[in-house]
């Protein structure tokens, strides 16, 4: 239809005291935060469509694919109707696994125009950044426990610089305040559910109130900003990462795993 696939590259809440003045609550959708919106905005469902950041989409993990039959699993997930393609780098430092790297997203880029979601699990991202974005990622995620504060913040400088969008992670034990230095310059945060190394781990639920603390911040500091997670997500945690004001969701071995793709895509939104 006319649904917008991206989000805005701006917040849409419009700023300033005569915009809050005018301001309606226009969604109270999937039970989450209701976000004002200028009433000169409309309750139009288009305008909604333009901004997009309540839409919720999926970004199934390659992790779990078929590593000697990628082309096919990534046809598999625009087929599904999955608008990102997740792609976990793994250096076996930062995490105690290795997974794949700058080759492997270069020919991923070559076969799709999904937006490929691209999630650095490896020690001082600063060092490959500008590369990853020159081998066709979309989204940048660096992790940040992963170097110091400044670094991190010169590899989100160097992505931004390269037109792509800049993400942040935070591994399970690291709080929700964490994100805060980063929040104003990032388009999508993401929040681990299982410890970032591998695939098929077991959803976290007490996440969900770090979850729940991040899309306040983002709420009302970057409402352009966009909320992952990542780690067992299923048809059932889904709705608790919904709920809890996720609306980006990564999924490997569930969507991998599931008979009908399409339908797993539908059933998790
Ligand atoms: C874990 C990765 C995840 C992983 C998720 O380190 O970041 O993206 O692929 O796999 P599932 O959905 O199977 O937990
Ligand atoms: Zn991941």
Redesign the pocket.
């Known amino acids: 239809g006319i649904i917008a696939q991206r989000p805005p590259e701006r917040p849409l809440r419009a700023a300033g005291p005569a915009a809050q003045e005018n301001s309606e609550s226009i969604l109270p959708a999937h039970g989450r935060t209701t976000i004002s919106m200028p009433a000169a905005a409309g309750r139009c469902g288009a305008i909604l469509c333009i901004g997009g950041i309540f839409m919720i989409r999926v970004s199934p993990?390659i992790?779990?694919a078929d590593f000697a039959d990628l082309g096919r699993d990534i046809g598999r997930i625009k087929q599904a109707g999955a608008e990102y393609v997740?792609i976990?780098v793994m250096d076996g430092l930062f995490?105690p696994n290795i997974s794949i790297g700058l080759p492997v997203l270069s020919c991923i880029r070559k076969v799709t125009d999904l937006t490929l979601d691209v999630?650095l699990?490896i020690d001082r991202p600063v060092r490959y950044a500008e590369r990853f974005c020159q081998a066709g990622a979309d989204i940048v995620t660096v992790h940040v426990e992963a170097d110091t504060q400044e670094n991190t913040l010169e590899a989100l400088r160097i992505i931004r610089a390269c037109g792509k969008k800049p993400a942040i992670c935070v591994k399970p034990k690291t709080p929700a305040e964490a994100v805060l230095p980063f929040i104003g310059l990032v388009d999508l945060i993401l929040v681990m559910t299982?410890e970032?190394?591998?695939?098929?781990?077991s959803f976290m639920a007490d996440m969900m109130p770090k979850v729940q603390a991040i899309r306040a911040y983002i709420d009302e500091k970057n409402p352009g900003c966009e909320l992952e997670v990542?780690?067992?997500?299923n048809a059932q945690t889904a709705k608790l990462c919904t709920a809890a004001g996720a609306n980006v969701l990564?999924?490997?071995?569930?969507f991998f795993k599931a008979e009908d793709k399409a339908a797993f895509v539908q059933a998790v939104k």
């Open positions: 993990s992790l779990a997740h976990d995490v999630h699990m299982v970032p190394g591998f695939g098929g781990q990542d780690g067992g997500v990564v999924a490997g071995s569930a």
